[in-house]
């Protein structure tokens, strides 16, 4: 007697919103244009609304005009009334909760403001479309069949405000899921938010082992450990030997590139899937719908207002910006947003490039401080990746994590970059290896060309062999382990590099 599969029945749940979600191929602009309305409409009685008059604001071109491009800094005062129980400042509404984020800030973490709204139409609302879209892709799933695990971090009590918390913000999303959703996914809460990383990795692998794990949801770094350590616990060789009906990793917050190979050694199944989100602490902004293109669909239709300022205009006075309708394919943007968080044209820090139109799919390029930009020769993170794919295949190396900077001019007038690279397998030649990374960065940047040619401006980059585990003591002695942080891929100082650097001599 063949067994029923639920997954077939609860998915035409979601027949209604792929309805919607096709309509992004020929409405994406509209419904962008009735978001920033919404938005605009929602706030206008703020502290925020009436200083710069949202009432009066009748389209995009008036809202571009009167309210000024902002950064964290821009808006940490207000943040911090917010943070202290003061209401209607950035958003109608009392908030509660705030995501911690490290990143481009100046400061050592950001907290941003996370309304229910904003939890509701943003951050959920991108799990279940993720889940929608994977349906679309793949009709014979068994999703429902098992369990999902969703690696979370943890949080903490926000000052002394009753009831009133930060964190990650997958730690947040997990404290306020709908009840429901517990019944399908490991591990238990208790467990998922804690805050000690090697204590709780060593929990969540002996808890889920024995469970039947269809789904994963988590950053690919942090996911390997915790793989990692169930193989060590069950002795097996391969996951699906620990879990047979394993179909599906929905992945995020740093390229899954470097991680890939050593994903597929792992997961041997042919029915296993990759599915790349973009749900960042500032909003839930992309999904892959086709795993033959890595690129994903933007998300229009949530609390989130798109803006975009070309990368090349990012550190004029008065850059370019345009709203979604007016980017162009393969061309490098700072994204802002501006949602129900009350962050007002905000930006994000990340960097995308849009490879189509009809509907708007893109992929992330880098964020817009890191990169490397010491001599002219703009190497920002997707050049890293692609460069780095290509030299671990001909070389058949795997790599655990990164890190890069420049060396400035030496004696001879001559600078250079310096690699930090951590192995799972060694290159067969590590010449050989930094040989055709240094190459292959040449022929994707024509500015680093330009500099390498002849040597006149940069020498050869150099590669050092990062020790085992370099990155995980680098993150533990910031105080950074699990969660959404991530390693400084690349820095146009040699602040971080300096730290690794003696770390690994350790």
Known sequence: ???????????????????????????????????LCKLLSKSENTEWGKKFNYKSIKNYEEFKKKVPVQTYDDIKPYVERTRTGEKNILWPAKIKWFAKSSGTTNDKSKFLPLSNEALQNIHYK???????????????????????????????????????????????????????VNLIRVPSKKIALMSEWESKIEQIARSTCKTDVTNLSGVPSWMLVIIKRVLEI?????????????EVFFHGGVSFAPYREQYQQLIKSEKMHYVETYNASEGFFGIQNDLSDSSMLLMVDYDIFYEFIPLDELHKTNPEVHNLENVELNKNYAMLISTSCGLW??????????????????????????FINAFGEEVIIDNAEKALAKACEETKALITE???????????????????????????????????????LKEINSDYEAKRYKDIALQPLELIVAR????????????????????????????YIEEMLVLNNM
């Not at 000052?159 to 930060?166: A, D, E, K």
């Open 1 to 35: 007697m063949k067994i029923m599969n639920p997954t077939k029945l609860i998915s035409k749940i979601f027949m209604p919103r792929l309805k919607e979600i096709d309509l992004y191929e020929t409405q994406s602009a509209t419904i962008q244009n009735n978001v």
């Open 126 to 180: 991108g799990g279940v479309d993720s889940v929608a879209l994977y349906f679309r892709l793949n009709p014979e799933s068994r999703f429902f069949s098992g369990k999902g695990l969703i690696l979370g971090g943890s949080h903490t009590p926000n000052y002394n405000s009753p009831h009133s918390l930060v964190g990650d913000l997958s730690a947040i999303l997990i404290q306020n899921v709908n009840p429901l």
């Open 234 to 246: 069950t002795g097996k060789q391969s996951l699906e030997q620990v879990w047979p009906n394993l």
């Open 345 to 370: 044209r905000y930006m994000i820090g990340d960097t995308v490039k849009f490879t189509a139109k009809h509907p708007y799919k893109f992929v992330i390029t880098g964020r817009t401080k890191h």
């Open 402 to 440: 990164y890190s890069a900077a420049p060396v400035f001019m030496d004696n001879n007038a001559k600078g250079k970059h310096q690699w930090l690279i951590e192995f799972e397998k060694l290159p067969e030649d590590v010449n050989k290896f930094a040989t055709i990374l240094d190459e292959t």
């Open 468 to 495: 085992k585990n370099l990155f995980h003591d680098w993150l533990k002695e910031k105080g950074k382990l699990g969660g959404q942080h991530k390693v400084p891929r690349l820095s146009n100082t040699r602040d």
